[in-house]
């Protein structure tokens, strides 16, 4: 067998335990700085039906857009960035071929190796040198339309205004309107971990580890019995001990592209969930990245080309304590 199919894939999980009333948490800045989201679901336990102020949210989500063969030049337009830029950049990860050809100024990944193969282009879309009339502005125009035309299938969402001003200002390109993917899953007497908001490495016989719970979570986001043995032949995963059984739990899941100000505001439903009593004294809320974004949290390098895992989770706790797990893959900056 060759060496590198020995070795497993690097891969990384942060943890960290905080409160939402503290007033140095970073809990807004982790979820803010992490743009591209592809899905997101939330598990309630001891919960058999979504609660109203949850499901308008979910309903509410609103569509995003996709525009087909889109140029990349249409970006640094002033009138695009007039009308939904405020602050952003343009970045793009290239292989070297196409980074020879675009003569733009740009770094090499840090994950090429000896052999420089991919680079790093980013531009400032506010920056004062994009004006229209000036030599910067000039150049990246002639790169993106002359030199190196660059056409893509681009998913757009927009938080700050009307969505469909999306559809109204690509009028002239190919524009889908797409609607997030909602699916619902209750579990019924389900093995869960047994949990205490200030216990985040766990304690042998009284309570589960953050990584513990992780792991717990992925097997129930895909639908994987835990209720196994050691020798059993197809998986042999058990639910983490402690645990306790609950009389249901229900699973919501929502897929597309979701921006950043929608998890935040279901993020706060979650908080005020436990408002009134409940059973359970966590929920939890999982948040998936784009397998394929060439950034993960703000602008660190996403090795999309080799893995792609890039998501982060909380586990919310009903004294507003939390616990936030960051988890990536190979060819990935570590999580802020």
């Known amino acids: 067998m060759l060496p590198a199919l020995q070795s497993c894939p ?40 979504l609660p109203e102020k949850l499901k308008s949210a979910v309903d509410g989500f609103g569509n995003y857009y996709l525009v087909k063969n889109l140029p990349l030049h249409e970006f640094i337009k002033k009138k695009f960035r007039d ?25 090499p990944s840090l994950y090429s190796g000896k052999m420089i193969m991919r680079y790093i282009v980013s531009i400032d879309l506010t920056d004062e040198a994009l004006s229209p009339d000036g030599k910067k502005f000039a150049r990246i125009k002639w790169a993106f339309t002359e030199k190196k035309p660059l056409t893509f299938d681009f998913l757009l969402a927009w938080d700050s205004g009307d969505a469909s001003t999306i559809k109204s200002y690509f009028s ?53 019995n835990c209720n196994n043995h050691a020798s059993n032949f197809v998986s042999s995963f058990c639910c983490p001990e402690p645990n306790t059984v609950i009389e249901k739990a229900y699973l919501c899941t929502i897929t597309g592209f979701i921006t950043p100000g929608k998890i935040l505001k279901l993020l706060q439903l979650l908080r005020e969930y436990f408002h009134e009593p409940k059973l359970s004294h966590w929920v939890s ?5 784009f397998a394929d974004s060439p950034v993960s949290w703000r602008e660190g390098e996403h090795g ?22 960051m988890a990536a893959g190979t060819h990935d900056c570590c999580p802020p």
């Not at 335990?17 to 939330?42: G, I, M």
């Not at 830029?85 to 770094?107: A, F, H, N, R």
């Not at 999309?304 to 304590?321: P, T």
């Open 285 to 289: 809320l999982m948040v998936h990245g």
């Open 304 to 325: 999309f080309f080799k893995g792609g895992d890039n998501l982060y989770n909380f586990v919310i706790f009903n004294n507003e304590d939390y616990w936030l797990q």
């Open 83 to 107: 009308t939904f830029v405020s602050k952003g950049k343009l970045i793009l990860s290239v292989d070297k071929d196409t980074y020879e050809e675009l003569g733009l100024q740009g770094k």
């Open 172 to 224: 002239t390109y190919i524009v889908k309107e797409c609607q997030p993917k909602i699916t619902s899953v209750i579990s019924k007497d389900l093995l869960c971990p047994v949990l205490r908001s200030r216990e985040l490495h766990g304690k042998q016989g009284e309570c589960c580890s953050s990584v513990e719970l992780f792991e717990w979570l992925g097997a129930i986001s895909n639908d994987i």
């Open 10 to 49: 690097r891969h990384l999980l942060v943890c960290e335990k905080s409160s939402f009333l503290q007033e140095k948490s970073r809990y807004s800045a982790q979820v803010e700085t992490h743009y591209y989201n592809c899905a997101v679901s939330f598990l309630l336990p001891e919960c058999g039906h």
